[in-house]
């Protein structure tokens, strides 16, 4: 199953790349200079009915971005590529002092990558704000109103993902003008989210619409997990019907530098970070492991000339897509709610279902409670490697037991210690990232209220 609304965006951007050879072929230098209408979508067309596929294909678009990044000139990361290089998935391989600080954890809230990133992601917010709200008023039945909620839900929950608690969330006036907003602590994004997800399952399921029900239920029970462990077997219930096959998929296409896939950017073509291998000694061993699920390769040194540059075969050119929620991810939910239970044999055969799907060998009980954790975020590091979930998982990993977290000190699960990586020194001790200077045009805003997991 696929996001037809991406592949549809991107058939228009070719339609008109061939359009525009046409005219060329058929008219003089100086009639193709003479361009009556230089947009691609009129003013107009951004008013009534006619303007609701254009604000969802803007938001879908909005969101690639800020999901899975850009290519060429642009240079817009992503978040997949940022929180890639926060935890254990990226290593750095470049220059750049202002990403070498997200890679030790040590982020300075002057740092232009991340003002960027951060206007990126809230962008994609607004994008999905505009659309959904329009579609209420005009075809609030329509499948696109779903799709529009549930890419404005994840949109908050990757700012209650990624970001401290304390996240300014800006909206517009009924005349367009930008209206300064309020702080939203990390719970209230993560009710945000849930109530869109909770409105794109009923408009999806009214329609019959399977694919946006099932996105809208994954989405919900990521946003419930994320809350709290007590909302375990809420998040399994929905679910539950997920079928093992669902994928919605971002997609990414090699027709404008914007539409390219970002990790594919950074990483082969840049060669700015190199997939990790146990990144000082607490992370995850996405290549000696030598796993299916993180498959790479070697291409000779990074940016810096020094570094030694693995590439993920994951995203192996500009056009591919990246998977934003999936039956997997329904399985692993399902999971670990069983682990929650004391139920051992549901846990590990679920994950054993999972690995037999390719071809690796069946999990034995590792015997504790704690291992077991330890195991279930393993699977879930390999099976979601590079998807924008690792920071997530981290932090709930990380988070005090009475805060709905398990209780791992944040220094055993997030790369730390002595940082090998460009300048040395030692790891710092962020789990999330800061809201960057800038917001503090904002007069609402006054700074972060905590940087808790």
Not at 57 to 66: M, P, T
Not at 121 to 134: D, F, P, Q, Y
Not at 167 to 186: E, I, Q, R
């Amino acid at each position: 199953m696929t996001n037809r609304t991406s592949r549809r965006a991107a058939a228009v951007g070719r339609l008109l790349v061939v359009a525009g050879a046409l005219v060329l072929g058929a008219c003089s230098v100086d009639k193709v200079l003479q361009v009556p209408d230089p947009d691609v979508s009129r003013p107009n067309d951004l008013t009534g009915v006619q303007a609701l596929p254009t604000l969802l294909a803007s938001a879908v678009g909005d969101f690639q971005v800020a999901f899975s990044g850009t290519g060429g000139g642009t240079g817009l990361e992503g978040l997949t590529n940022i929180s890639g290089l926060f935890t254990d998935e990226f290593f750095f391989s470049e220059t750049f002092p202002t990403r070498v600080q997200i890679d030790r954890r040590a982020i300075d809230r002057v740092n232009a990558n991340m003002r960027d990133i951060f206007f990126t992601v809230e962008r994609a917010r607004a994008s999905a704000l505009r659309a959904e709200t329009t579609f209420a008023k005009l075809a609030a039945t329509d499948t696109g109103y779903s799709e529009a909620l549930s890419i404005g839900g994840y949109s908050f929950l990757f700012l209650a993902e990624a970001y401290c608690s304390g996240v300014p969330v800006s909206g517009f006036d009924a005349a367009g003008k930008v209206v300064n907003g309020n702080p939203l602590t990390t719970q209230q994004l993560l009710d945000s989210a849930i109530n869109r997800f909770t409105l794109a399952q009923s408009v999806a399921a009214t329609k019959g619409n399977d694919r946006l029900e099932n996105l809208a239920r994954v989405g919900q029970a990521r946003a419930l997990l994320f809350k709290n462990n007590s909302q375990l077997a809420a998040a399994a219930a929905l679910v539950a019907g997920v079928p093992d096959d669902f994928e919605y998929r971002v997609f990414s296409s090699s027709n404008t530098d914007r539409q390219n896939n970002g990790i594919w950017e950074f990483n082969w073509n840049e060669a700015r970070w190199t997939q990790a291998d146990s990144e000082a000694k607490i992370g995850l061993p996405f290549r000696s492991a030598q796993d299916p699920r993180t498959p790479f390769l070697a291409a000779g040194k990074g940016f810096d000339r020094q570094t030694p540059l693995f590439v993920t075969l994951k995203y192996p050119d500009r056009d591919a897509s990246v998977v934003l929620a999936d039956g997997v991810e329904a399985r692993l939910i399902e999971a670990e709610n069983a682990l929650s239970q004391n139920d051992v044999a549901t846990f590990l055969g679920i994950l054993n279902t999972l690995r037999a799907g390719v071809s690796l060998a069946p999990l034995a009980d590792p015997g504790t409670q704690a291992a077991r954790v330890k195991l279930l975020f393993h699977e879930r590091g390999f099976w979601l490697y590079l998807t924008n979930h690792r920071l997530g998982d981290l932090r709930r990993l990380s988070r005090a037991v009475a805060d709905g977290g398990y209780g791992f000190a944040a220094n055993t699960v997030f790369p730390s210690g002595a940082y090998s990586g460009r300048g040395g020194g030692v790891y710092g001790t962020d789990v999330n990232f800061p809201i960057p200077v800038e917001e503090d045009n904002n007069p609402n805003f006054h700074g972060c209220i905590d940087r808790n997991p």
